[in-house]
């Protein structure tokens, strides 16, 4: 069984990851496994930048081959925002409520037509050699007036598939798996880490 690292603590996110890969012969471990690392700034202007930089870090800290993820909404009538900074919209310590609530209060009395967003996730993978690479995925959506849900996290409750007419937090992990952002992602990983492992 071969190891990976997946550079977050986040167990949204390794609850996601964990199920993606179900029937591989990989054993995730996570940065709650390395407590003593430094931690990784995200300083970059891009998704791919933040990604990148967490995945060699992690992977040269670790000797293990690391997948990272950055990802985050991006709101069409904020102009892209909160993008890059979706974890900390509301202040470095903001909780996934404090983020949603400042969202609905800039979004208070637009109109649905208005309200379109897209969740973007970028996965890189990186190995201690210096080897890396890097997939992305996309799912669009809009905006709702509320949260729904209670199976996601982060922004999920907010963010309405609109031919499903349900928010990311009411659907079951592997349907949102099938659609979301980092599940598409994750498909395109899958497939990367089959060639780079050998995996059948």
């Known amino acids: 069984m071969r190891e990976i690292v997946v550079a977050s603590a986040n167990s949204g996110k390794l609850r996601e990851i964990k199920e993606s890969f179900k029937g591989m012969d990989i054993q ?3 940065l709650k496994d390395f407590p003593t690392l430094p931690p990784v700034e995200e300083d970059g202007r891009t998704f791919r930048a933040n990604a990148l930089k967490k995945a060699r870090a992690v992977a040269q800290q670790t000797g293990r081959l690391t997948i990272a993820d950055d990802s ?21 310590e903001a909780s996934d409520a404090d983020n949603n609530r400042k969202l609905l209060g800039l979004l208070k009395g637009i109109p649905p037509s208005q309200r379109g967003a897209a969740f973007r996730c970028v996965i890189a993978i990186a190995d201690p050699t210096g080897k890396e690479s890097w997939v992305e995925g996309e799912c669009k959506g809009v905006i709702g007036e ?5 199976q996601g996290f982060g922004y999920d409750p907010l963010f309405i598939i609109p031919e499903l007419g349900k928010t990311l937090a009411e659907l079951p992990l592997e349907e949102k798996n099938r659609i979301s952002h980092r599940g598409k992602a994750l498909a395109a990983l899958k497939e990367v880490l089959r060639d780079l492992l050998g995996l059948s």
Do not use: I, M
């Open 72 to 92: 985050g909404l991006e709101v069409d009538y904020l102009q892209g925002k909160p993008g890059v900074h979706s974890a900390r919209f509301a202040g470095e």
């Open 28 to 30: 995730v471990l996570s």
């Open 146 to 150: 509320h949260a729904r849900g209670t």
